[in-house]
């Protein structure tokens, strides 16, 4: 390593370090594309579907076109020549199918909230008011909604498009499965059922698309956290140069995967826009939001688990049954979820054989996708209720069923029985510092007292691996156009601070930070000496930008290896001043350093004068460049998996069936911490977000398609005063396959929170014979388990 670093003993990297957008958020002076007005903009407004699946019979537009404010009414057939069809398929799912997909419905609507017809005028009030009097007229068809029907080989396709109801299939098999079964001396199992929920980000999905015929260009401002996959996207599918296609994400009102996806409402915009040659805005409102947005989860898993008499784990069988939409989400696909699902079962435990099955099944709602902690909490949740039932056959201890069976630390790497390879991971460290914190020999005893007094407390375990950093194997090997590399370019002003644009994006977890304080550590520079630059492709380099835990560990690299680029390039030309060898000088303080005594030569403000305003002055044949660019892509393992576990202590009203969450914790293993303050609210975050699908959110349908509680009046999201204290512990257990050493984080709260949850409900039950399989938890299915009220019947579960 050349001596011009200083990161031996990193200043920054590692260090607490407040978000660097906290302030200005708080002083209310956030960039939304929700708060943007540009000259001559119209607004959106879209007619819906009211029925899950029909034919339109009838599409009057011409009183609409009349109405106050109204600029244009666009139908199907004025839009859709406009844009390129897309469809949700990747070639690595062989055999997946998924009917195309273009801007507005033309001739069958497919769910509730369908766009049918877009209304452009000069206020929304006013669309709105225009959609009111356009006459639709829809022959309704059987909806699919639920299991039952999809799975009914007479019930017609959700689609027409569609020859059946599922979508894809895939198994996975090793040869000792079946044998592991005959010859295990017990076998536990179990069916889980997972709600439909979404994601109520803070702001709505918003769209302003603005082209300019006099140049070409396209600039959408879009609330997305991939703006080089929309430049992509929408430069491919309307049949423009990408150079002419400016994506520009600013501040994003909450993401969690939901805002990855093309919807049509954003299509819309842009084409109305290429059409009007004026700035067109779309806001979702928050109806609009539940009958649009992608929803999460809804499996329904069938799963079994084979172990020897000391309660070794030899096996698992699964069988998860997803439903998506009437099409798979495009790029990225429907089926991505119940991938991952079915290949993280059993994941931390030494389980030598599986047996997985994954059918993802069209029906007539909104679309299923990609939500944070992609398939985790599915994985996690089936695994260690099965741990958890496995240790109550055995008369075991719940820590020490787990402690006999995770993969060893010093095992890796290793592969586990679905395929997938492990770098490092740290499952015993990780148990072993879980037991100390939330001092679980006491929290035994407390429970134990308690029940004396008809108190009902319940103590839950979770185990869980994250995936992180994906390669180019994730989306590439598939055929999406989702870049897995990221690019920076870091330089030096001329008055001796820095500049970082890079390719991840900002949506307020804190990357702007991280990059701030890898790229200060590199350059000798305190963090705000150091500007970042995200979410702008005219601005940045290209790169796959923030999605599945991979800002720091991708991201971050990059900008390590660009700050140590420029530190070079920076000691080159101190040595072209000072007529010192390269090698003899280092950064800090911001200044050049003599490498070994650390003395001061050079400041870097003069360094910068030097090079900008009199190069004349530097040695013939130097070069004076303050800016460097880097990309980089992982080529080591094809994914950088982090490890860890939960706790939770609950207390369960066996009269009402209200769970309160007492205290929760976690112990993590994101390999190196870039901020433990970021980190620490990432993990925070995840696990409210996990709690709240365990505990409350929930979309209800009825048999015809229909949402039940599409208002934030009727769907619960968790609130402060219902979240426990959450205390968090850490292990460091840095990949070898980047020099910055870091996973990812984000989606680590999430993965297991509503697991550990159920084990502590179910704990807590274990004196009445009950048990929960199925989330949220609502007191009435509390109660059912109980006996006390009605067992709700199968499809009220649609």
Known sequence: MSRNFVPDRPAHIGQPHLRRNALRHLAGRGAYVSDLALPRMVHAAFLRSPMAHGRIVALDLDEAREAPGVIAVYSAADLNPLCQDWTGVLGHFAGMTSPAQNILAEGEVLWVGHPVAMVIARTRAEAEDACEKILLDIEELPAVSGFAPALDPEMPAAAEASTSNLCYRTELKTEGAAAAFDGAALVVEGEWRFGRHTAVTLEPRAVVADYDPSSGQLTVHHGT???????DVYARQFGLPDHRVRVISPDVGGSFGMKLHLYHEEMATVAASLKLHRPVRFLADRLESFNSDIHARDHKVQARMALDAKGHVLAMEVLDRTLIGPYSTYPRTSVAEGNQVIRLMGAPYAMPDYHGVLEVLFQNKVQTSQYRAVGHPIAVQVTE???????????LDPFEMRAKNVVADDAYPCASATGYRFEKLSHQESLRRLRALMDYDGLRAEQAALRENGIYRGIGLATFVEITNPGAAFYGVGGARISAQDGAVVRLTPGGEAHCAISVTEQGQGTETIIAQIVADQLGLAPDQVKVVTGD???????????AC????????????????????????????????????????????????????????ELARIATYRPDTLPEGTDNSLSVAQHFAPQGFPFGFTNGVQAAYVEVDTETGLVKLLKHWVVEDCGRIINPLLVDEQIRGGVVQGLGAALYEECLYDDAGQLMNGSLADYLVPMAGEMPDIVIGHVETPT????????????AGTAAAGSAVMNAVNDALRPFGARLCQTPMTPARILAALGIGPSERDETWN
Request: charged share 20%; aromatic share 4%; with cysteine.
């Open 225 to 231: 956290q991939t703006p080089f996959q929309f430049q």
């Open 385 to 395: 209720a099965l741990i958890d039932l496995a240790a109550e056959k055995l008369g």
């Open 537 to 547: 492709t005219d601005a940045t380099p290209s790169g796959g930008a923030t999605w």
């Open 550 to 605: 991979r800002g720091a560990g991708i991201g971050g690299e990059t900008a390590l290896r660009a700050g140590r680029k420029l530190a070079e390039q920076l000691c080159r030309i101190a040595g072209a001043i000072l007529q010192a060898a390269p090698d003899s000088l280092a950064l800090k303080g911001g200044a050049v350093v003599d490498a070994a005594s650390g003395a001061e030569r050079l400041s870097l403000a």
């Open 736 to 747: 070898e396959d980047t020099i910055l050493g870091a996973k990812g984080v984000g989606e």
